[in-house]
């Protein structure tokens, strides 16, 4: 108990916020590499996840890429990199690895949210005249959009703790405490570093969840695929409209 | 007018679905195919509007074969019509309504206001315009379903096994509803079923369909219960037994019918009006 308010007591510290690497900057740098990396990971798996939803091919060959990905050690995939890359190249290194453990997440949410739909729905749409492109855009991509934000959070939880081991590398963010503190012996750093990097998961868990709220269709409701992360939103907004007139 | 041509459909390298299909489907009818399941009569049906295309033989609209027409403007020119509406989850029923005049160009406001017509020809409370589909009832949302396809006025409007999901009492009102809904617009209706009576009640010409697409039999309701083609029909349609099979009992104040069960079904009366419609269980 001493060690987690001594945590605390560091957190707290007048000195973490001031000099060049106050938190303000460890935790700007960590949120850097997280956005963008996650950001970087939806621009290549979005669409690819969206071919392989509309068109239905192509899968097995995502599930055994993605699952081989998710099995990747970070750690040691980080170091891979660095080796091969470059120790010039370490930010592209640490980036690439990022992206990588992020892709299979949304890839499979971008997938997974085309083939939740009901084939009916996608027949309807057609069958009164949508063009390809208009059944993308129009019921597809809304429809899909819950389980494509829940592969998102999967994606960004796992950068956000990764993304401690990039200060291994000497790139910074919250993790520059924890292997600061680590050769030091400070408990108490180390452990204030971890508790930020954990909070900071919940809050970006949390964000992401009201995007959830934000972006996901009123009308698509109760009865249809219960999907990851996105029970509490629907019941809510079934609540809400069905008492409209 | 649509003209099936000697068509014949295969999936793939599959076995034949629709073997050697012929048949004209004359405008402003109701024409009904009928059959079990696995008999190829959706996908004749889609091969109307190109959802699917024959491997061999025509279809021709009016005397234009569909395959010269494009896929996407053919779509959108004829109402289509399916099992729980088959509506977009995430739009309100006016602008599910609205799909087809908007993706042909309409402005939303003259859409919308046109699909508020059209929930009231179709019987649904314009109250019920800003729900979304979940938050209809079954029988609502197939009445949706039908103002979708009537959206762009189409010449001929297609329905495949429409009320297949819904409970009998429903089903029934929403067949009196077609019924009516066709006496005033005067559409050619291609309507899927594998409910025999319900292929007597809305139709002009029933379409009697075995295995492979293949016409057992053909005709107007009546000619197909006076003259059962053979004996897959009569068993087909039950004249032999249930509701169908009426005798006549008399009474002290006159002859009625009565079916298999022994419940009084009809008076029998001399010279009996139109025999359209009047034979069988119907409501």
Same mark, same amino acid.
């Given at each position: 108990?001493?060690?987690?308010?001594?945590? &605390?007591?560091?957190?707290v510290a007048p000195?973490?916020?001031?000099?060049?690497?106050?938190?303000?900057?460890?935790?700007?740098e960590?949120?850097?590499?997280?956005?963008?990396s996650?950001?970087i990971?939806?621009?290549i798996?979005?669409?690819?996840?969206?071919?392989?939803?509309h068109?239905?091919?192509?899968?097995e060959?995502?599930?055994?890429l993605s699952?081989?990905?998710?099995a990747l050690?970070s750690?040691g995939?980080?170091?891979?990199?660095?080796? /091969?890359?470059?120790?010039?190249?370490?930010?592209?290194?640490a980036f690439t690895?990022?992206v990588?453990?992020a892709i299979?997440?949304i890839?499979?949410?971008?997938?997974?949210?085309?083939?939740?739909?009901?084939?009916?729905?996608?027949?309807?749409a057609?069958a009164?005249?949508m063009?390809?492109?208009?059944?993308?855009?129009? /019921?597809e /991509?809304?429809?899909?959009l819950p389980?494509l934000?829940g592969?998102i959070?999967?994606?960004?939880?796992q950068?956000?703790?990764?993304?401690?081991l990039a200060a291994?590398?000497?790139?910074?963010g919250?993790g520059?405490?924890?292997?600061?503190?680590?050769?030091?012996g400070?408990?108490?750093?180390?452990?204030?570093?971890?508790?930020?990097?954990?909070?900071?998961?919940?809050v970006?868990?949390a964000?992401?969840? &009201?995007c959830q709220r934000?972006?996901?269709?009123?009308?698509?409701?109760?009865?249809?695929t219960?999907?990851?992360?996105?029970?509490?939103?629907?019941?809510?907004?079934?609540?809400?409209t069905s008492?409209?007139p | 007018?649509?003209?099936?041509t000697?068509?014949?459909?295969?999936f793939?390298?599959?076995?034949?679905?629709?073997?050697?299909?012929?048949?004209?489907?004359?405008?402003?009818? +109701?024409?009904?195919?009928?059959g079990?399941?696995?008999?190829?009569? %959706?996908?004749l049906?889609?091969?109307?509007n190109?959802?699917?295309?024959?491997s !061999?033989? +025509?279809?021709?609209?009016d005397?234009?074969?569909?395959? =010269?027409r494009d896929?996407?403007?053919l779509r959108r020119?004829i109402?289509?019509?399916? @099992?729980?509406?088959?509506?977009?989850?995430?739009l309100?029923v006016?602008?599910?309504?609205?799909?087809?005049?908007?993706l042909?160009?309409?402005?939303?406001?003259?859409a919308r206001?046109?699909?508020?017509?059209?929930?009231?020809t179709?019987?649904l409370d314009? !109250?019920?315009? !800003?729900?979304?589909p979940?938050?209809l009832?079954?029988?609502q @949302?197939?009445?949706v379903g039908?103002a979708?396809?009537l959206?762009?006025?189409p010449?001929i409007?297609?329905m495949d096994?429409?009320?297949?999901a819904v409970?009998?009492i429903v089903?029934?009102e929403? #067949?009196?509803?077609t019924?009516?809904?066709?006496r005033?617009?005067? *559409? %050619?209706?291609v309507?899927v079923?594998?409910?025999?009576?319900?292929?007597?009640l809305?139709?002009? @010409?029933v379409?009697?369909?075995?295995?492979g697409?293949?016409i057992v039999q *053909?005709?107007s309701p009546s =000619?197909?219960?006076e003259?059962?083609?053979?004996?897959f029909?009569?068993s087909?349609?039950?004249v032999?037994r249930?509701?169908?099979a009426? %005798?006549i009992? #008399?009474?002290?104040?006159?002859?009625?019918?009565?079916d298999?069960?022994g419940r009084t #079904?009809?008076?029998?009366?001399?010279e009996s009006?139109?025999a359209?419609?009047s =034979?069988?269980?119907?409501?």
């Open positions: 108990m001493n060690l987690f308010l001594d945590a &605390l007591a560091w957190i000195e973490r916020f001031e000099g060049s690497s106050s938190l303000f900057v460890r935790l700007g960590h949120l850097y590499f997280t956005a963008f996650v950001l990971a939806t621009v798996a979005v669409p690819i996840g969206y071919l392989i939803g068109t239905g091919r192509g899968r060959l995502a599930v055994g699952g081989a990905a998710r050690p750690f995939l980080i170091l891979l990199l660095v080796l /091969v890359m470059g120790v010039t190249n370490k930010p592209a290194a690895a990022f990588v453990l299979p997440s890839l499979a949410g971008a997938y997974a949210g085309f083939e939740a739909i009901e084939r009916r729905t996608i027949n309807a057609r009164v005249g063009t390809e492109w208009q059944i993308l855009w129009r /019921v /991509v809304p429809l899909g389980l934000i592969g959070r999967s994606a960004a939880l950068v956000v703790a990764t993304a401690t291994y590398i000497g790139l910074g919250l520059y405490y924890i292997f600061r503190g680590l050769p030091l400070r408990y108490d750093e180390m452990l204030g570093a971890s508790i930020l990097v954990a909070v900071l998961a919940i970006i868990d964000a992401l969840a &009201l934000l972006f996901v269709p009123r009308g698509v409701a109760a009865g249809r219960p999907s990851l992360r996105t029970a509490p939103a629907r019941r809510r907004a079934m609540v809400e008492t409209a | 007018m649509i003209e099936f000697s068509v014949s459909k295969r793939g390298d599959g076995p034949l679905v629709i073997e050697d299909f012929s048949l004209v489907i004359p405008a402003h009818k +109701t024409t009904v195919l009928v079990s399941s696995g008999c190829g009569k %959706t996908t049906l889609r091969m109307i190109r959802m699917v295309d024959p !061999s033989g +025509t279809v021709e609209i005397g234009t074969s569909v395959l =010269e896929p996407v403007a020119s109402g289509y019509v399916l @099992q729980s509406g088959g509506l977009l989850p995430h309100r006016v602008d599910n309504v609205a799909t087809v005049p908007r042909n160009g309409v402005s939303r406001a003259d206001a046109r699909a508020l017509e059209l929930l009231d179709v019987g314009r !109250s019920l315009a !800003s729900r979304y979940a938050q009832s079954g029988g @949302q197939q009445r039908v979708r396809a959206a762009s006025d010449n409007l297609l096994e429409p009320f297949g409970d009998p089903r029934a929403l #067949q009196q509803e019924i009516r809904l066709q005033e617009l005067d *559409k %050619t209706v309507f079923t594998h409910d025999i009576d319900e292929a007597f809305l139709a002009d @010409q379409v009697i369909l075995e295995k697409g293949r *053909k005709g =000619e197909i219960i003259n059962p083609a053979n004996d029909v009569a087909f349609i039950g032999d249930g509701a169908r009426l %005798t009992k #008399q009474t002290p104040h006159g002859r009625v019918l009565v298999d069960a #079904q009809g008076v029998l009366v001399e009006a139109p359209r419609r =034979e069988g269980s119907l409501p």
